[in-house]
């Protein structure tokens, strides 16, 4: 999704290049989402807005961990985001904290040097997949998780009313040589058995200095796309959830006959995948290739609450596999958005996580618990190093047919989108209870953890939830019985929407 520049300037942003910019602080509060924080800069936010955020952050940190206010501080690969860290930085320090400065990182990196360093907190500097003029920050105090809705309330009030304790005693160490722990780590003790040709498309973000050499590393011949380091993003903007860059990637997988093509994100905890016809595979239903790959390895047994966890916009695949049943896997659908995945990966102890935007999560063996798009990719090339007679496109093929739709949003006011939400949940949650049918179809179930997301008993389902970050719902259905099915849950759902005069226009339909 798009992340434009603002058509209006606030009334209230003091002016680039005047002396009010430089003395006031600036923070708009719409930049604090629920588990991330992102602004335009400097047209919502400026330096010393940065600053009071570190001093706000700095003095959670220090309330929670007196004894130990260590914090992991890293950048991506923007021009002005060394300027925003250090901003963030005296914020920090102001509140106490010792900082761990490791530089130029991918988010993944700045969560592994918790580990690395033995530092409870983490502030790494990123807007992510957002376009050039966006900064933000992502943030934790209890590896391996970020943060979620509560304490991302407890920061905007400590931001906007200026509610820091500012006790001073804070330190700066500059730590060289966290990439190469890094990757040490990610590759230790593997080796691919057989070469297998990759095109690795980094968009000119980060990961470009990260997921190449970690590829070789493993074994496998490594075909660069864009992965040299520009912050003006050139070609196209590093998501892998935009279909432009992916085309480019699909395209370059074909034209070198490659065994598979990889897509990182700007900070680097999601990857894309390309098979070797060029055909985009999306996150979920990759998730359920790899699943079924991790569950003959490691039996259900081992995993008493869910071997695996998948948001609700994820295909049904992941509940009604019969590859994954025969392993005895359960799967356990849960909110959309890679914070609370992350949470529920842990708080259930299950194997591994996916959410359908691409952010995967490994628990040990396989990883620390956290979103790594380089482990992601490293995963994938494992998988098919374990299946040498069969291509990616014939692991995708074996998997059950399904015809699902794109993520379609509805326009809803922010104001009024939870209360729509709201109504719409008790409604399919009444049929359910009152036993009735929907397209001549018993319910089989209904999710609630995240909008609704309804099942018929031919597995067809249909999702209607608030988005995070935008005004608008979130719309996805899919059916394993044909698109017509698909197309007729659709309807149903549009119906149901229709009697509400706050959502608007689709930004597409299928």
Same mark, same amino acid.
């Given at each position: 999704?798009? $992340?434009?520049?603002?058509?209006?300037?606030?009334?209230?942003? !003091?002016?680039?290049?005047?002396?009010?910019?430089?003395?006031?602080?600036?923070?708009?509060?719409?930049?604090?989402?629920?588990?991330?924080?992102?602004?335009?800069?400097?047209?919502?936010?400026?330096?010393?807005?940065?600053?009071?955020?570190?001093?706000?952050?700095?003095?959670?940190?220090?309330?929670?961990?007196?004894?130990?206010?260590?914090?992991?501080?890293?950048?991506?690969?923007?021009?002005?985001?060394?300027?925003?860290?250090?901003?963030?930085?005296?914020?920090?320090? /102001?509140?106490?904290?010792?900082?761990?400065?490791?530089?130029?990182?991918?988010?993944?990196?700045?969560?592994?040097?918790?580990?690395?360093?033995?530092?409870?907190?983490?502030?790494?500097?990123?807007?992510?997949?957002?376009?050039?003029?966006? %900064?933000?920050?992502?943030?934790?105090? @209890?590896?391996?998780?970020?943060?979620?809705?509560?304490?991302?309330?407890?920061?905007? @009030?400590?931001?906007?009313?200026?509610?820091?304790?500012?006790?001073?005693?804070?330190?700066?160490?500059?730590?060289?040589?966290?990439?190469?722990?890094?990757?040490?780590?990610?590759?230790?003790?593997?080796?691919?058995?057989?070469?297998?040709?990759?095109?690795?498309?980094?968009?000119?973000?980060?990961?470009?200095?990260? /997921?190449?050499?970690?590829?070789?590393?493993?074994?496998?011949? =490594?075909?660069?796309?864009?992965?040299?380091?520009?912050?003006?993003?050139?070609?196209?903007?590093?998501?892998?959830?935009?279909?432009?860059?992916? $085309?480019?990637?699909?395209?370059?997988?074909?034209? %070198?006959?490659?065994?598979?093509?990889?897509?990182?994100?700007?900070?680097?905890?999601?990857?894309?995948?390309?098979?070797?016809?060029?055909?985009?595979?999306?996150?979920?239903?990759?998730?359920?290739?790899?699943?079924?790959?991790?569950?003959?390895?490691?039996?259900?047994?081992?995993?008493?609450?869910?071997?695996?966890?998948?948001?609700?916009?994820?295909?049904?695949?992941?509940?009604?596999? !019969? =590859? +994954?049943?025969?392993?005895?896997?359960?799967?356990?659908?849960?909110?959309?958005?890679?914070?609370? +995945?992350?949470?529920?990966?842990?708080? &259930?102890? /299950?194997?591994?996580?996916?959410?359908?935007?691409?952010?995967?999560?490994?628990? /040990?063996?396989?990883?620390?618990?956290?979103?790594?798009?380089?482990?992601?990719?490293?995963?994938?090339?494992?998988?098919?190093? #374990?299946?040498?007679?069969?291509? &990616?496109?014939?692991?995708?093929?074996?998997?059950?047919?399904?015809?699902?739709? !794109?993520?379609?949003?509805?326009?809803?006011?922010?104001?009024?989108?939870?209360?729509?939400?709201?109504?719409?949940?008790? $409604?399919?949650?009444?049929?359910?209870?009152?036993?009735?049918?929907?397209?001549?179809?018993?319910?089989?179930?209904?999710?609630? =953890?995240?909008?609704?997301?309804?099942?018929?008993?031919?597995?067809?389902?249909?999702?209607? #939830?608030?988005?995070?970050?935008?005004?608008? &719902?979130?719309?996805?259905?899919?059916? !394993?019985?044909?698109?017509?099915? %698909?197309?007729?849950?659709?309807?149903?759902?549009?119906?149901?929407?229709?009697?509400?005069?706050?959502?608007?226009?689709?930004?597409?339909?299928?």
């Amino acid at each position: 999704m798009a $992340h434009p520049k603002p058509t209006e300037i606030d009334p209230r942003a !003091p002016k680039p290049n005047s002396e009010s910019f430089e003395r006031d602080i600036w923070v708009k509060e719409a930049g604090f989402r629920e588990y991330d924080a992102r602004w335009l800069y400097p047209e919502q936010i400026n330096l010393r807005g940065i600053q009071s955020l570190g001093m706000a952050l700095g003095s959670m940190v220090k309330s929670r961990y007196s004894d130990k206010p260590s914090i992991v501080v890293g950048h991506d690969y923007r021009a002005y985001s060394a300027h925003i860290k250090m901003a963030l930085i005296t914020g920090l320090m /102001a509140a106490g904290c010792d900082v761990k400065d490791i530089g130029l990182a991918l988010s993944p990196v700045a969560y592994f040097a918790q580990f690395a360093l033995d530092c409870l907190s983490v502030a790494m500097v990123t807007a992510s997949h957002n376009e050039n003029g966006w %900064t933000g920050v992502k943030m934790g105090m @209890e590896r391996p998780l970020t943060f979620g809705p509560e304490l991302m309330s407890e920061l905007k @009030e400590r931001t906007i009313n200026q509610n820091w304790t500012l006790c001073g005693g804070g330190s700066y160490e500059v730590i060289e040589g966290m990439k190469d722990r890094y990757l040490d780590d990610l590759t230790r003790n593997v080796k691919l058995a057989h070469r297998l040709k990759v095109v690795a498309a980094c968009g000119n973000g980060t990961a470009g200095a990260y /997921a190449p050499e970690a590829l070789r590393r493993i074994g496998c011949e =490594v075909i660069e796309l864009d992965c040299d380091l520009d912050h003006s993003f050139p070609h196209y903007n590093p998501n892998p959830e935009d279909m432009e860059m992916l $085309h480019v990637l699909s395209r370059k997988v074909k034209e %070198t006959g490659a065994d598979v093509g990889l897509a990182f994100d700007g900070d680097g905890d999601r990857c894309g995948v390309v098979d070797n016809t060029g055909e985009e595979i999306f996150a979920d239903k990759m998730g359920v290739i790899l699943a079924r790959d991790l569950a003959a390895q490691y039996p259900g047994a081992d995993f008493p609450h869910a071997q695996f966890v998948a948001d609700v916009k994820s295909t049904g695949l992941f509940a009604s596999d !019969p =590859v +994954l049943k025969s392993f005895g896997a359960k799967t356990d659908y849960w909110k959309t958005g890679h914070s609370y +995945l992350k949470r529920r990966v842990n708080e &259930l102890g /299950a194997l591994a996580g996916f959410e359908k935007s691409g952010h995967y999560f490994f628990n /040990a063996p396989i990883g620390k618990g956290y979103d790594d798009g380089v482990l992601s990719a490293i995963t994938v090339c494992r998988l098919l190093d #374990r299946h040498p007679g069969q291509s &990616l496109a014939d692991l995708k093929n074996a998997l059950p047919k399904t015809w699902g739709s !794109p993520t379609m949003a509805p326009f809803c006011p922010d104001d009024k989108k939870y209360r729509v939400v709201e109504r719409v949940t008790a $409604h399919y949650q009444s049929l359910y209870d009152r036993g009735e049918k929907i397209l001549g179809q018993s319910i089989e179930n209904v999710v609630t =953890v995240n909008g609704v997301r309804v099942t018929l008993a031919d597995g067809t389902w249909g999702l209607i #939830r608030a988005s995070s970050n935008v005004p608008s &719902l979130v719309v996805v259905v899919e059916s !394993p019985v044909s698109e017509a099915q %698909t197309r007729a849950m659709f309807a149903e759902l549009d119906a149901t929407l229709s009697q509400f005069p706050e959502v608007g226009e689709y930004n597409q339909k299928f």
